[in-house]
């Protein structure tokens, strides 16, 4: 089993659905979890950071780390074509050195 | 936010031949950055976690001899791919955090390897 679950998609919307990105991971220890947006042959860009539990909103983003579930998600409002991108969760504990633990990542697609 | 830059963007090299990646971390100073490879439609894999001043630490399966990292400042670490082979060809992306906030990374853009 895999340490952070991701359901890789592809998952396909229509422009201004609200989208919805879920990892579940097995370390109790993680604290620290983060959204990264990855267009096509681009690098990874930062979305979203939390620590510990609970949400957190930026524009049409927001993030929610219930730990308790081991299960973080991803809302994506009013989404855009420009959104069309792989979505990876990531997370890491005070004893992983730095190191992030990736989902696999999610392939969204918004139709116009 | 933080802005961390790689060079070459992309590479085309000869089997046999070394290349030379660079990673900046353009206005923030990291004493831990980190290199992943990527292949199509898959996740990073972490290969090794490079270090200012000391030897890279490098994951279980990845040749430490293959994949030379040095660290030898606060904004800078270089990846060599000694002896590329075909399947080297990848897309190799960098990482930094903020020395404080390690857990907050930020991505350099990758590099394209092609080996022929």
């Known amino acids: 089993q895999k340490e952070v679950e991701q359901d890789p998609g592809p998952l396909s919307v229509p422009e201004g659905a609200i989208v919805s990105l879920n990892c579940t991971y097995s370390?109790?220890?993680?604290?620290?979890f983060m959204w990264y947006r990855q267009y096509s042959r681009k690098g990874p860009e930062l979305l979203m950071y939390?620590?510990?539990?609970g949400n957190k909103e930026d524009g049409r983003f927001t993030a929610q780390v219930d730990k308790s579930s081991k299960y973080i998600s991803l809302f994506i409002r009013d989404s855009q074509p420009s959104d069309s991108a792989t979505y990876l969760c990531?997370?890491?504990?005070?004893?992983?050195?730095?190191?992030?633990?990736f989902g696999q990542g999610t392939e969204l697609s918004v139709k116009p | 936010g933080a802005v961390v830059s790689q060079h070459p963007s992309w590479v085309i090299c000869k089997s046999g031949t070394s290349v030379k990646i660079e990673c900046r971390s353009l206005d923030f100073q990291a004493t831990t950055m980190f290199w992943y490879r990527q292949f199509p439609k898959q996740s990073l894999m972490l290969m090794a976690t490079s270090n200012e001043g000391s030897k890279a630490t490098y994951e279980q399966g990845v040749e430490k001899d293959k994949f030379l990292i040095n660290h030898a400042s606060l904004t800078l670490s270089t990846l060599t791919v000694t002896s590329a082979h075909p399947e080297d060809s990848s897309f190799y992306i960098c990482?930094?955090?903020?020395?404080?906030?390690?857990?907050?990374?930020?991505f350099g853009p990758g590099t394209r390897l092609l080996v022929l």
């Open positions: 990531a997370m890491s504990g005070d004893n992983q050195g730095g190191k992030l633990i």
């Open positions: 939390t620590y510990s539990s």
């Open positions: 370390n109790s220890a993680f604290q620290y």
């Open positions: 990482s930094a955090g903020e020395s404080s906030y390690q857990e907050t990374q930020y």
